[in-house]
């Protein structure tokens, strides 16, 4: 092992045990090597509590250093920016102890995460001559091109409803949110997609209806708009024409493209 | 953007609790800086503040995550990150640490997160030259290389850091970041404390051409038995103004940079640091006040 | 209605009420709230951290009895098994 290896080694490790003997036998200071490790878990605290800080605040995650570890551990840091680091802490919770007593952690990962990823994500708007291919091309002809930041999250928890209770504005809202998650929690859990958008600069968070979610899922995955309202017809309460007010005031679409023939 | 000035400029580090004060407090400082990897993303409301604060103050870009030093390669996306960020930003400054941040672990890439400290060897020197000149090939742009805070000493080290930088910035055409407290740091964990002697030694092996920055910087006191950590949590030492006055004397009017991170001050505590940068530079100078 | 007819009657409905997408560019005073804190830096924060002083940075403290102090706890709710349950149920 060259001596970088050695170093990083002696940092990551994390079994006590094994630890203080390598530490011995590499005839470094502990004292110094130990200041390595506690940064190292210090950083990656610091960045998991910013990037998920629902996550953050529901399991107090300051003294949740085995979580921070073993993510550590686990899924090591390789983009040499701490604000990446992350798009596997879901999975990882999910897997966790932790997820059988409370199941809505790793979708609240998610969501956090979209979140985070729509925050720093490219600036994109609408593309208005674009709109145009509506009245011109046919509908089979037709694919809607979302909005990079557009992230459709399916769950069975009340993930929209915690996410408001640790971060709305108004305490009242919060303290509303919270009730309703409480409430939601300890019912009959419900099958339903959250959406995370971002208008402006401040990503948002929206519940769907089924029949937005299905549309939706059929454009993301490139299918034509005749077919995408095709999948949503058979629903009473879908209008396309309402749907695209509001996603273009959203700023869910980022073009209207002719797909080719 | 450019910058000329005859006077030292003086900057501070930008830290995200301060963006609002940055854009709407009357321009106090020549220029600030901050970190790279901050604004990797590829748009939002950060990189929105840096082309604002673009527009009013010329930027130093200081990367944290570069490695140079590093046995494993610099991997491509982060130097494609850098490399778009710099296009965009046109800083007047580029610069990143003599250390190392990438390695594997169980053949997979990893980085550190941490300036992690190297080995002062001809073969360590053979190497960083030839990361530097990969990376200013790449940008297109000088890089400015700091020392930095080491928390071990390797038996293996036979050039001095200061030795070491100054090979490094002849051979490259890169130039030097003198960060005081690192010296100051050092010192006390390993030299024994005598801070003016350090800085002393350290920077009359520099040439006199070769530092293009100076750092400054405050740390937490230690705990009796352990080591000084550069924590950037406290306002500049006494004996690290009394390091800085060295420098310039020897270096002459660089641009010169206040760094706080951790116990982040009030904008306005920050820029009387700023100030008293200013004060010392302008005495040594001579240059109305 | 057929598909033609939807999208053109949407895109009437878009211009009638002369809908526009939030120009980012126009609100640049609503940025520095938002921007996230940095995550990178060169400070070290093993003197500093609230968590780093009292770390023993060993991995053997009792799995998530700390939890207690997080949200989770005023949360409640079902466990996965009981959650699975009642899906399953529904």
Redesign the interface.
């Known amino acids: 092992m060259t001596q970088q290896q050695h170093l990083l080694a002696l940092i990551w490790n994390n079994d006590s045990k094994s630890l203080a003997n390598e530490l011995e036998k590499s005839g470094f200071d502990a004292r110094g090597i130990n200041i390595y490790r506690r940064n190292l878990l210090a950083n990656a605290q610091r960045a998991l509590s910013i990037t998920f800080p629902t996550i953050s605040q529901l399991l107090d995650s300051d003294v949740n250093e085995n979580l921070v570890q073993g993510f550590l551990k686990q899924c090591p840091p390789n983009q040499g920016d701490w604000a990446q680091w992350g798009d596997e802490f879901s999975h990882f919770i999910a897997t966790n102890k932790i997820a059988h007593e409370y199941s809505y952690l790793p979708d609240c990962a998610a969501l956090d995460w979209h979140i985070h990823k729509a925050l720093n994500g490219q600036d994109q708007t609408l593309d208005y001559t674009s709109l145009a291919l509506l009245a011109s091309a046919e509908p089979e002809d037709i694919n809607i091109t979302l909005n990079n930041n557009v992230a459709l999250i399916k769950t069975t928890s009340p993930i929209n409803e915690i996410f408001d209770a640790h971060h709305h504005p108004d305490q009242q809202q919060r303290k509303m949110a919270m009730e309703q998650a409480k409430v939601a929690l300890n019912t009959k859990p419900k099958k339903h997609t959250v959406m995370v958008s971002r208008p402006e600069f401040q990503p948002k968070v929206t519940t769907l209806t089924d029949s937005e979610a299905e549309f939706m899922f059929s454009l993301k995955a490139k299918k034509s708009l005749a077919e995408s309202l095709d999948t949503v017809s058979h629903y009473d309460d879908f209008s396309f024409e309402e749907w695209l007010v509001a996603a273009i005031e959203q700023n869910l679409i980022l073009h209207f493209k002719e797909n080719s023939l | 953007m450019s910058v000329e000035s005859k006077d030292v400029l003086i900057g501070v580090g930008l830290?995200?609790?301060h963006?609002?004060d940055v854009?709407t407090q009357p321009k106090q400082v020549d220029f600030v800086e901050?970190?790279s990897?901050?604004f990797?993303?590829?748009?939002?409301?950060?990189?929105?503040?840096l082309n604002?604060v673009r527009e009013k103050y010329p930027i130093s870009l200081?990367s944290?995550?570069?490695?140079l030093g590093?046995?494993?390669d610099i991997?491509r996306?982060?130097l494609d990150?850098l490399a778009n960020l710099a296009r965009s930003i046109d800083p007047f400054l580029m610069s990143e640490?003599a250390c190392?941040?990438?390695?594997?672990?169980q053949g997979?890439?990893?980085?550190?997160?941490?300036?992690?400290?190297?080995?002062h060897t001809n073969a360590s020197l053979d190497r960083m030259c030839e990361q530097v000149d990969k990376v200013q090939s790449i940008l297109g742009r000088q890089l400015i290389i700091e020392n930095v805070?080491?928390?071990?000493?390797?038996?293996?080290s036979y050039l001095s850091e200061a030795e070491f930088l100054a090979e490094l910035s002849r051979r490259t055409d890169s130039k030097i970041l003198l960060d005081i407290n690192n010296i100051a740091v050092n010192s006390m964990n390993f030299e024994g404390g005598n801070i003016k002697q350090s800085v002393n030694d350290y920077i009359n092996i520099l040439p006199i051409n070769s530092v293009a920055q100076i750092h400054l910087?405050g740390?937490?006191a230690?705990l009796p038995g352990?080591?000084v950590?550069?924590?950037?949590?406290r306002p500049v030492s006494d004996q690290v103004w009394q390091g800085y006055e060295q420098a310039l004397q020897r270096f002459g009017p660089i641009p010169t940079l206040i760094?706080w991170?951790?116990?982040l001050p009030e904008w306005s505590i920050l820029i009387g640091e700023a100030n008293k940068a200013r004060h010392i530079a302008n005495t040594l100078f001579d240059r109305k006040i | 209605m057929s598909n033609k007819l939807l999208a053109s009657a949407a895109l009437a409905a878009v211009i009638a009420a002369g809908v526009s997408a939030p120009a980012q560019a126009a609100s640049k005073e609503k940025c520095y709230g938002v921007a996230a804190a940095g995550q990178n830096d060169c400070a070290n924060l093993a003197g500093t951290h609230s968590c780093a002083g009292q770390s023993t940075l060993d991995n053997d403290k009792g799995e998530w009895k700390l939890v207690e102090k997080g949200t989770c706890s005023t949360l409640g709710g079902l466990s996965k098994s009981e959650a699975k349950a009642a899906y399953k149920a529904s």
């Open positions: 830290r995200h609790p963006f609002t854009l901050v970190h990897e901050n990797f993303g590829e748009g939002g409301a950060a990189l929105s503040v604002q200081h944290t995550s570069m490695g590093s046995e494993q991997p996306h982060y990150r640490h190392f941040t990438w390695g594997q672990q997979q890439l990893i980085h550190s997160g941490d300036l992690l400290p190297i080995t805070s080491a928390y071990i000493k390797f038996d293996q910087a740390c937490t230690a352990e080591l950590v550069d924590d950037h949590a760094e991170d951790n116990d």
